[in-house]
């Protein structure tokens, strides 16, 4: 029974990885096939790329730990694996919380319109902004590795030195969950920096609808609708960071609790769902990349029907010589 569980969470372990890398590499080829024809690139497409390549590696480091956690949970746990898997696993998921994080901003600064002085400085020096909260974000992974480097070394020191093994357990538990209380505040801010950047987006589209009611022009423009797509894209990130959040927590909760069970394999598929499903929400939200992919998939639709139409001719091709064979007996 648990080797057929082991099997299926396997096979949808590579599944979510297969669909999350169709998106990401899409993205990434895109991008950099423009970039390099263009010799030139935006800012929005650069933090697409950039984010598109983390994810990729994201990705990876999950289905690592789902092929060990397939194998063995005693084999997940072991600490010479599971060191440089959680320091892997934090540097990707840091890149690609902020990358997003960014993005958010990114279109708060392009689209909103406000009269006040600071925001008309953040939006003139957008670049430097963005770039400067991407340079900051960096003392929040450099904590994380003090904290899991802190937690591995008293974890070990706990292990050697301890006489009994109930008290060690106990000890170690306390230490883990302490460790992770901390952790998820670094994970708070960009929650944050994303929920402010909706907000202001929401009340800039307000704003401007009343300007345009007051003017008589409707409520419906290009200005309009570009605010009603990048409050779309924040709220979609902000909604799967968020789950992914609370999923990411309660895989790390149960872990500890009940380390051995089979709910935490399929409860950790839970992970996926932001890398692999983000990618394609960024692409629906692009219009160059949506046009792109409705190219890419005519063209296989195209294909297919070919394929399918020389598969029919050969067919009848071999019905007809096979007729025309059994005349000849006849």
């Known amino acids: 029974m648990s080797t057929g569980l082991e ?28 970039w390099v024809k263009n010799q030139n690139i935006s800012l929005a ?15 990876l480091v999950l289905l690592f730990e789902s092929f060990l956690m397939g194998q063995s949970l005693d084999l997940f746990s072991n600490h010479n694996l599971a060191k440089p898997i959680t320091l892997l696993w934090r540097i990707t998921n840091h890149l690609t919380t902020w990358l997003a994080t ?19 400085w953040l939006k003139w020096r957008m670049n430097r902004v963005i770039l400067a909260i991407f340079v900051f974000s960096f003392i929040f992974l450099a904590f994380d590795f003090l904290l899991l480097e802190s937690f591995n070394d008293i974890f070990l020191y706990s292990y050697i ?8 357990i106990e000890e170690s538990k306390t230490l883990y969950f302490e460790t992770l209380i901390f952790l998820s505040l670094t994970c708070l801010f960009p929650i944050a920096l994303s929920l402010t950047s909706l907000v202001l987006l929401f009340l800039s589209l307000v704003r401007h609808i009343r300007n345009l009611q007051l ?45 051995k069970h089979m709910v935490v394999k399929f409860i950790s598929l839970l992970v996926y769902v932001f890398p692999s499903s983000h990618s394609f929400l960024l692409i629906l939200g692009n219009s160059k990349l949506r046009q792109t992919a409705l190219k890419v998939l005519w063209h296989l639709k195209s294909f297919l029907r ?7 001719c050969r067919q009848i091709s071999q019905s007809l010589f096979k007729d025309s064979t059994l005349t000849r007996k006849l």
């Open 306 to 312: 070919r394929e399918n139409l020389l598969h029919l």
């Open 45 to 59: 497409d650069f933090i697409f790329t950039c984010l598109a390549i983390s994810r990729v590696s994201q990705l």
């Open 7 to 34: 099997i299926l969470f396997l096979i949808l372990s590579t599944a979510a990885f297969i669909i999350g890398m169709l998106g990401n590499v899409f993205i990434g080829l895109v991008n950099c096939s423009e």
């Open 161 to 168: 030195h301890s006489n009994n093994l109930t008290l060690y």
């Open 215 to 259: 003017n008589s022009m409707g409520s419906r423009d290009s200005s309009t609708e570009a605010h009603k797509r990048a409050i779309k894209m924040v709220m979609s990130f902000l909604f799967l960071f968020i789950l992914h959040f609370f999923s990411t927590q309660v895989v790390n909760w149960i872990f500890i609790m009940f380390p």
């Open 102 to 120: 960014c993005l958010s901003i990114f279109y708060l600064l392009k689209i909103a319109h406000f009269s006040h002085s600071l925001f008309l």
